[in-house]
């Protein structure tokens, strides 16, 4: 326990749409902490897939933790899972962002990229441009894009495909939404692996996705009410 060094707290405003908007307690916040040392490399070795953001990036010490982390698992054979969860308040500066969220597409094999993600990292405003973009200059097997209320889309190889949302009508908050979409992705991927997605695994991948992420916008929290797998294909099934 460190007296000095407070749990970072995220504080939601939620919105009548059920979108949200952040600000955190933090500054130091014990996730900026963890240092190189305290990195259980044997875990790291054994891992399939490593999964990182920007949030393990914003201060130096940890940054360099997070990218000691991605190389060794990297160097084990795991598969690299980049989501950049840009959170503005976080950052001294929008430009730092962009650098380390850089350097998170020039590692991954999977990037998970929400819509405004894209468009604030590339520039263009029509999300197939911000794709090929980003394909011109990062070798990333798998993109994932959340497009929230418009569903979502996989880019494999030559394929792109897009599976329309399960809209609910009683939307109390989107918190958790975008992970929970990734997590159930990446569970899809360590089922079928990597170089075995065509675009029938793609499609299916995507709309059991986008109905767990659907689910849990229908409850205040996230992690706590992260919907089982029968929930979600009985949501599919209806």
């Given at each position: 326990?460190?007296?000095d060094?407070?749990?970072t707290?995220?504080?939601?405003h939620t919105?009548?749409?059920g979108?949200?908007?952040f600000?955190f307690?933090?500054?130091?916040?014990a996730d900026?902490?963890?240092r190189?040392d305290?990195?259980?490399e044997?875990?790291?070795?054994n891992t399939?897939?490593f999964?990182?953001?920007?949030?393990?990036?914003?201060d130096p010490?940890?940054?360099?933790?997070?990218k000691?982390?991605?190389?060794?698992?990297k160097?084990?054979g795991a598969?690299?899972?980049f989501?950049p969860?840009?959170?503005p308040p976080?950052w001294?500066s929008?430009?730092d962002?962009?650098?380390?969220t850089?350097?998170?597409?020039?590692?991954?094999?999977?990037l998970?990229?929400s819509d405004n993600?894209l468009?604030?990292?590339t520039?263009?405003?029509?999300?197939d441009?911000?794709i090929r973009?980003?394909?011109?200059q990062?070798?990333?097997p798998?993109?994932?894009l959340s497009?929230g209320?418009?569903?979502?889309?996989?880019?494999?190889?030559?394929?792109?495909?897009?599976?329309?949302?399960?809209?609910?009508?009683?939307?109390i908050?989107?918190?958790?939404?975008?992970?929970?979409f990734?997590?159930?992705?990446?569970y899809?991927?360590?089922?079928c692996?990597l170089e075995?997605l065509?675009e029938q695994?793609l499609?299916?991948m995507?709309?059991f996705a986008?109905?767990t992420?659907?689910?849990?916008?229908t409850?205040?929290?996230?992690?706590?009410v992260m919907?089982s797998r029968?929930?979600?294909?009985?949501l599919?099934?209806?």
């Open positions: 326990m460190d007296w060094v407070h749990t707290l995220a504080m939601v919105y009548p749409d979108d949200r908007d600000s307690y933090r500054n130091p916040g900026m902490m963890l190189e305290e990195l259980d044997k875990a790291l070795e399939r897939i999964h990182f953001g920007t949030l393990s990036m914003t010490e940890v940054r360099k933790a997070t000691k982390a991605v190389g060794i698992a160097e084990s598969v690299i899972s989501d969860n840009l959170r976080l001294k929008l430009d962002a962009k650098e380390q850089a350097y998170g597409l020039s590692q991954c094999d999977i998970k990229i993600e468009q604030w990292f520039g263009e405003i029509e999300l441009a911000g973009r980003l394909k011109e990062y070798d990333i798998l993109i994932l497009m209320k418009d569903g979502s889309r996989a880019y494999c190889q030559d394929l792109r495909v897009e599976v329309k949302p399960f809209l609910q009508e009683n939307t908050e989107t918190t958790g939404a975008g992970d929970t990734c997590a159930c992705c990446l899809h991927v360590l089922q692996g075995n065509d695994n499609t299916q995507l709309t986008n109905a992420a659907s689910i849990i916008t409850r205040k929290g996230a992690l706590r919907p029968e929930e979600a294909e009985a599919i099934n209806q």
